[in-house]
């Protein structure tokens, strides 16, 4: 058991309200516009004083983290040196390549933790943007807009703090790079300007076409979605997660009822 030294940090899963892709750069990346926010529930981490940075992963998906050593925890760990180590224990709850940033949520987790004890380093942001590219927002884990490979942030006008959040994984894993790839290159505009609830509602998911080619299952989760009484359904970043957003608890938990079995839900509020 964990002795009374020890912290814990909720890495909130993350959501693209909207996610515009503009063009492909020369470096491999591609530069977008995202409106990021995040739900109140994700994996949990706990960590506490040791020798040397340590992780032990357990949870319902723990077995697809395959090698704890290259896990991305390791690496935030290895982002911010410290005099001592910190024994983390990741309880996976997240699916893995589905769309919710949950490495990128581990990391910025991480962050929050090594903060809390040890305080950051000036140059912190730049550290984790070289863990990913959704690094830095993860660490705030606020609604906020996304820039260049997503890692330029702007503070989000947030009006949608506290609404109800339906998400829902075929569970089917779905890589990010080859989604991607199968981008059809077309600049459709840029993403809208307003508050979050306008950008969402005007914006779109321009991966979700190559999504769909790679994993069909997401077009049922789509449509799942859209026979309840959420007013916003979407993929959520290169997928194979799908989101919805609803006026009321109850709107939610009804949808949720009414999933496949099969299917990974998680039922939350956008923080």
């Not at 940090?9 to 470096?27: F, G, S, W």
């Amino acid at each position: 058991m964990l002795g009374p030294m020890s912290l814990h940090e909720t890495a909130y899963a993350k959501i693209n309200l909207a996610l515009h892709v503009r063009r492909r750069r020369e470096d491999g990346y591609h530069e977008l516009e995202t409106l990021f926010a995040f739900v109140d529930a994700g994996d949990v981490l706990t960590a506490r004083p040791a020798p040397r940075d340590e992780l032990r992963v357990v949870g319902e998906f723990a077995g697809t983290l395959s090698d704890p050593f290259g896990n991305i925890v390791m690496k935030a760990l290895g982002a911010l040196p410290r005099a001592e180590g910190l024994a983390v224990v990741l309880e996976k709850t997240l699916p893995v390549a589905a769309g919710l940033g949950g490495g990128s949520a581990d990391a910025g987790a991480v962050f929050r933790l090594i903060e809390r004890s040890h305080g950051w380093p000036e140059d912190w942001a730049a550290r984790a943007a070289r863990l990913g590219a959704d690094v830095p927002a993860c660490v705030g884990s606020q609604t906020c807009v996304g820039r260049g490979t997503g890692t330029e942030l702007e503070p989000g006008p947030d009006d949608l703090a506290g609404t109800p959040v339906l998400l829902v994984n075929p569970r089917v894993p779905l890589a990010t790079a080859p989604v991607f790839r199968g981008w059809d290159g077309v600049d459709r505009g840029p993403m809208p300007v307003g508050t979050a609830r306008e950008i969402a509602l005007a914006g779109r998911n321009d991966l979700e076409a190559s999504a769909l080619s790679l994993c069909p299952e997401i077009g049922a989760v789509l449509a799942a979605l859209r026979n309840t009484a959420a007013w916003l359904v979407r993929m959520s970043g290169s997928g194979a997660t799908c989101f919805a957003l609803f006026g009321s608890e109850g709107e939610r938990d009804a949808a949720a009822a009414a999933m496949p079995a099969g299917w990974w839900t998680l039922a939350g509020k956008l923080r």
